[in-house]
């Protein structure tokens, strides 16, 4: 993993299709503690290119990966199963 620091105002790019700018950073409490900062970030990319949320993305391939494996037992005979004639 790459870790850098940026300012507000500051990005990078990845290749050179996609920028990533800092465009704000905020305490969500009054108690200036790390753990309450926010970042606002601006991505310009080409609509081709799909961005999504880490939590959203985890749970696009959970339910990919769940849907994938109620597909797998499909194939199964239960008819047969449940008549003891595997």
Do not use: W
Request: proline share 1%; aromatic share 4%; charged share 30%.
């Amino acid at each position: 993993m790459l870790v850098i620091s940026r300012k507000v105002e500051q990005g990078l790019h990845i290749g050179d299709e996609i920028e990533i700018k800092v465009l704000d950073i905020f305490s969500l409490d009054s108690s200036g503690g790390r753990s309450g900062r926010v970042v606002s970030i601006g991505i310009n990319a080409p609509a081709h290119v799909k961005i999504l949320r880490k939590e959203l993305y985890d749970t696009c391939r959970e339910n990919r990966a769940a849907g994938e494996s109620v597909r797998d037992l499909s194939a199964v005979n239960f008819g047969r199963m449940l008549r003891g004639k595997f």
